[in-house]
């Protein structure tokens, strides 16, 4: 849904894109804020107005500070940008659920709802320090340029690209639970680690991604991660000692990592400034469209053909991205 609050950013680009990631933290904020004073059992449809509306303050947080990255970066730092965005996306993922849970379990749950809402405030100060030029006077008919953009051969390649290459990735996040629970037999304490172990392998992926994308350019980054992701993907298939499948499945963290770079470089490159917010957001939203589809496909693939076929498969998906990447680079050429 990011898209809708990026449409509402764009229409209104004559204010600024700061005052949209401030208006963002400052809903956010409050909102937590409201829910330390709110017992779910007791008040719950208010606990969920305000946790969905935090939720909505957060995304203009999200798609304000992307369109302010795309207005403001030059095309051969993107690559960089986006890894350091990644990186502290996974780190801060993992790490928050450790930390917040922790406070959560000796202190209270209102106490982590506050926690978090500090956080908020804090991260809407960084923006204030960049510099931002309007990029237009006057309201802008954000559904008309959205249309005209989409016309392009190119973008519309790009957007078909995600869906299809994050397909793999929805299999694997969907399967592995199952995978080290019911084949490996892990411990709680070995899977907990494995588990902390993955987001700290895509944040490494992630940055090394930016910089190869910065170097040698968005095709070629593509190429590697996708191509290293089918073949390590359908390696998992090897990985039936736990130490086996730890040094695999950290691989696959990896490319991910850095597959999530090149993408997200490569939609900046392509999106139209003036309507970064919608443009970009809805680009993203339709990768993530992939990921939840191949989360639905790793349940039928096990349950019908077994664990070791499933990883198999993901590695395949890879093949129809490689091929349109292909075509990508082809369309561009022409250009």
């Known amino acids: 849904m990011k898209f809708i609050w990026g449409g509402i950013a764009d229409y209104f680009i004559r204010y600024g ?16 804020f409201a829910l330390v004073f709110i017992d779910p059992a007791i008040s719950l449809v208010p606990f969920v107005f305000f946790l969905i509306l935090s939720h909505v303050g957060v995304s203009f947080i999200d798609v304000s ?7 403001v ?6 690559g960089k940008i986006n890894g350091a965005m990644y990186a502290g ?18 202190y209270s749950y209102n106490f982590a709802f506050f926690i978090t809402g500090i ?56 399967v592995i639970p199952l995978y080290m629970k019911n084949v490996l037999n892990l411990t ?47 390696s998992l298939i090897f990985g039936g000692e736990w130490i086996t499948f730890i040094i695999i499945y950290g691989l696959v963290g990896l490319f991910i990592g850095g ?7 490569l939609i900046m490159d392509i999106t139209n400034p003036k309507i970064g917010a919608t443009q970009y957001s809805f680009i993203t ?16 693939f096990v349950s019908l053909l077994g664990y070791s076929r499933a990883f198999l498969y993901s590695g395949w998906f890879f093949g129809p991205a490689l091929l349109l990447l292909y075509f990508i680079q082809v369309v561009s050429r022409k250009k």
């Not at 970066?73 to 993107?78: A, D, F, K, L, M």
């Not at 996306?89 to 000796?106: Q, R, V």
């Not at 680690?193 to 910065?214: E, K, L, Q």
């Open 65 to 71: 500070a992307d369109a302010l990255a795309i207005q």
């Open 119 to 174: 956080v908020v405030l804090l991260i809407i100060v960084f923006p204030l320090f960049v510099k931002e030029e309007v990029l237009l006077k006057k309201r802008q008919h954000v559904g008309l340029v959205l249309f005209k953009e989409f016309k392009k051969r190119t973008i519309q390649l790009i957007t078909i690209l995600g869906p299809i290459s994050s397909i793999s990735a929805g299999i694997i996040f969907f």
């Open 188 to 234: 709680l304490a070995q899977t907990t680690i494995i588990a902390s172990m993955f987001p700290i392998m895509m944040a490494v992926g992630s940055i090394i991604g930016g910089f190869i994308t910065d170097k040698f350019g968005r095709i070629f980054a593509l190429y590697l991660f996708l191509g290293g992701s089918a073949i390590v993907f359908a």
């Open 73 to 78: 970066s030059e095309e051969e730092e993107r």
């Open 17 to 32: 894109r700061k005052k949209f990631i401030v208006i963002g933290g400052l809903i956010g904020a409050f909102c937590l």
């Open 259 to 265: 597959y999530h770079a090149a993408s997200s470089a």
């Open 285 to 300: 939203s339709i990768f993530n469209v992939g990921e939840w589809t191949g989360g639905t496909l790793g349940g039928t």
């Open 89 to 106: 996306l996974f780190i801060g993922s993992a790490s928050s659920t450790i930390l917040l849970g922790m406070i959560a379990s000796i």
